[in-house]
Nanobody, 124 residues
């Protein structure tokens, strides 16, 4: 059983930056592909970015390409999401998720473990 804990959310002005951290415990972190999703009120949970077990392959949703960077440190059991040039429409609860076996999953139902989420609010 893997436990995921996110941190780093908060309130930031448009154009600012935040870094989200997600630390895993209870499993071998390098066995898992990781992803960040987000969910705004009244909307579906969307994939933001994902990274394979080694960090060698990443994917970004179109709406964050060029602004956000996903990375991981397997020695610290942590995946990161660096968010730059934030926009008010980036306001959401951000969740990290983990899955074994397949690195290219895009749907929330395909991920096995989830964190509790961290709120990101971008003011205009």
């Amino acid at each position: 059983q893997v436990q995921l804990v996110e941190s780093g959310g908060g309130l930031v002005q448009a154009g600012g930056s935040l870094r989200l951290d997600c630390t895993a415990s209870g499993g071998t972190f390098s066995n898992y592909h990781m992803a960040w999703f987000r969910q705004a009120p009244g909307k579906e949970r969307d994939l933001v970015a994902r990274i394979n077990w080694s960090g060698g392959t990443t994917y970004y949703a179109d709406f964050v390409t060029g602004r956000f960077t996903i990375s991981r440190d397997n020695t610290k059991n942590t995946v990161y999401l660096q968010m730059n040039a934030l926009k008010p429409e980036d306001t959401a609860v951000y969740y990290c998720a983990a899955v074994r076996g397949v690195a290219w999953y895009t749907r929330p139902s395909q991920y096995d473990y989830w964190g509790q989420g961290t709120q990101v609010t971008v003011s205009s």
